[in-house]
């Protein structure tokens, strides 16, 4: 029998008028499927679970429950399907990451709007603290009396508030506070900016589904990420089709995708992740100019449009002509647009602007940038000896399927407490454990670490030690924060070190979240060459260190690279594609690169000791 509908109760913790529903939904403060006249979406659920995942993190539940809820909001998001009949059916748990006991809470979602488990949740917290939390000067205290001062329950409404100085007002925010979290919701506000592994895992699966557009004749990769930049603020796809405006429909119907407009040959609009995206929509004729206009950085694409008109070309986005004849020049690829402007064909990775276009046509241009095939050997991984994941059998017998001529094992050297490094007694332990796993694989175990540099530029280990080592990486790990001239003192120090070592994650850098080291790179960078050093290429994608135009600058010294994978597990030897890629950007050519090398050449290249073993 249905519920009898009564007048707004108020909510049980926060007073307020609940919504006009049955009584038995007013009750527990769940809906009534009964009254309910359409079931929420898979995106309403997802932000559903999102707010479960913050609520739990506030609640100090274990990380990987809240990465559970996370990661089941993610399965939602991408969802192709009909979730009703997955729901009706009992087939939740086909979803990645979906287990029973979630797949149960996203049921109840779905046909009432919330959760036992949700409403439970809110009900230990003041109203808005999962989005308010998003502010670290917010603790919950604090998001409590927004609230009963001020009726906060919003970052839009703290936002207002802050920007009528009505925050200083509150007991314990004073003007300077105020502003920090003004700072703080504008910095929220900017362009979102993702890392390339989160990128390329997004775009996978949009050419997925762009793929099977009707009359598609392929989907294309474009912008910064086909350019391999480290952060991206939105993608860019190419989408070739004899058939536009049925592609238009099927990009807007992409599971992933928000919203969309049209916008003549292009569409564009927002991912469910909040991710703007554009897609090109062009004919197979005019595909190898759109794939180059939707490439380059624009300074790259205005050059060649200037050097084109020199030529009495008129280079589009949509076609290559000659002035004065009727027609398109018929192009078969990129690569031809550039050789009708009399130039060799120059990478994506290269079309920033810096100079790619004069290196061109003064046949400067590196001919053979490195390759990820042309990668022999891992270098820099962590074992379980220090801070990572994996033992030495587990990481070898992962380089072995991996078709590795050698693996270098560098763990953390004995000051680096914080991430279990190695004393010298523990060091030759793991020397010991190497030989006995090296009996069972192919690949050639190197022995080495990743030795700190120390504060005033020495080595973390005395150089009788240093010089048994196959490979020594020398990197800062701590005091990063020494002024510029104290900090070049002491990476100069020890790259004049005259064992041969490996700079490692150069400048220190985390990718949005911590900047370079301050010190002077090139007087580093001159030392470095007249030195027994070479400089590690960081494949982590949170480090991608050095940047490219410091790597164009060790390369004008003649410095030779290793690219690594700064593995901590198997699954993180998949970084050496970014690591090639901030090479590639760096217009590093196959042989300046030491782990091109074959394992007997790499060994004698960087062995510590002037007499390679």
């Known amino acids: 029998m249905k519920s009898v509908p009564v007048a707004n109760p108020p909510h049980p913790r926060t007073g307020r008028p609940l919504p006009k529903v049955g009584l038995a939904r007013a009750a527990i403060g769940l809906g009534d499927a009964t009254h309910m006249t359409a079931r929420l979406d898979r995106l309403a659920i997802a932000r559903r679970l999102h707010e479960m995942a913050r609520l739990l993190d506030l609640a100090g539940e274990q990380p990987f429950k809240v990465r559970a809820y996370d990661r089941a909001a993610r399965a939602l998001e991408r969802l192709g399907g009909d979730l009703s009949a997955l729901v009706d059916d009992g087939r939740l748990t086909e979803l990645r990451g979906v287990g029973p006991r979630l797949a149960a809470v996203i049921a109840e979602i779905h046909r009432t709007g919330t959760s036992r488990s949700l409403e439970n949740l809110r009900s230990r917290f003041p109203p808005g603290a999962a989005e308010l939390s998003r502010i670290p000067e917010l603790s919950l205290r604090r998001i409590e009396i927004l609230g009963r001062s001020l009726g906060i329950e919003t970052l839009a409404q703290l936002k207002e508030a802050g920007e009528r100085g009505q925050l200083r007002a509150v007991k314990g925010i004073g003007p300077g506070m105020e502003q920090r979290i003004l700072d703080r919701i504008r910095k929220l506000e900017s362009p979102r900016k993702i890392l390339l592994p989160e990128a390329s895992e997004t775009a996978e699966e949009m050419l997925t589904h762009l793929r099977e557009a009707p009359g598609t004749a392929g989907a294309e990769v474009a912008g910064d990420l086909r350019r391999a930049t480290e952060t991206l603020e939105s993608l860019v796809f190419v989408l070739t089709t004899a058939r536009p405006s049925a592609a238009v429909e099927h990009v807007r119907r992409a599971p992933l995708v928000l919203n969309a407009t049209r916008d003549g040959a292009t569409v564009r609009g927002v991912l469910v992740d909040g ?14 100019t759109r794939l180059l206009f939707a490439t380059g950085a624009p300074t790259h694409t205005e050059e060649l449009q200037r050097m084109a008109g020199e030529q009495c070309l008129r280079l589009a986005p949509s076609s290559l002509s000659r002035r004065g004849q009727a027609g398109y020049l018929s192009l078969e690829n990129e690569a031809a647009v550039y050789e009708e402007i009399g130039l060799p ?46 033992t030495v059998e587990q990481m070898a017998r992962a380089a072995d399927a991996l078709g590795m001529a050698y693996l270098t094992i560098t763990d953390h050297s004995r000051s680096a407490t914080y991430a279990g490094g190695l004393s010298v007694d523990r060091l030759a332990e793991q020397w010991d454990e190497m030989a006995r796993v090296q009996d069972s694989v192919s ?38 924060r020494l002024e510029a001239a104290r900090m070049t003192a002491r990476i100069t120090r020890a790259m004049a070190h005259p064992c041969f070592k490996i700079w490692g994650h150069a400048l220190g850098r985390l990718v949005l979240y911590r ?22 290429i960081n494949g982590d994608p949170h480090r991608l260190d050095m940047a ?57 290249a960087v062995a510590p000791a002037d007499h390679p073993r």
């Open 275 to 288: 991710l703007p995206f554009e897609v090109h929509i062009t004919s197979p004729r005019a595909r190898p």
């Open 345 to 390: 064909f120059i990478p994506p990775e290269l079309r920033e602007g810096a100079g790619e276009i004069e290196a061109a046509r003064a046949g400067r241009l590196p001919g053979d940038l490195i390759r990820l095939e042309d990668v022999r050997g891992l270098v820099h991984c962590h074992t379980v000896y220090s801070d990572g994941a994996h």
């Open 443 to 480: 690949v050639r175990l190197l022995r080495g670490s990743e030795v700190d540099i120390l504060a005033d530029g020495a080595l973390d280990y005395p150089d009788a030690v240093l010089e048994q080592l196959d490979v020594i990486v020398a990197s800062v790990h701590q005091r990063f």
């Open 515 to 536: 900047p370079p080291i301050d010190c002077d790179v090139e007087a580093i960078l001159d030392v470095i060459a007249a030195s027994r050093a070479a400089i590690e």
């Open 548 to 604: 490219p135009p410091w790597v164009r600058s060790a390369r004008q010294r003649g410095i030779r690279f290793v690219i690594s994978t700064d593995a901590h597990s198997v699954a993180e030897y998949g970084n050496l594609r970014y690591g090639v890629a901030m090479a590639r950007r760096g217009w590093v050519q196959r042989g300046e690169v030491l782990n091109a090398l074959g394992a007997p050449a790499f060994a004698r």
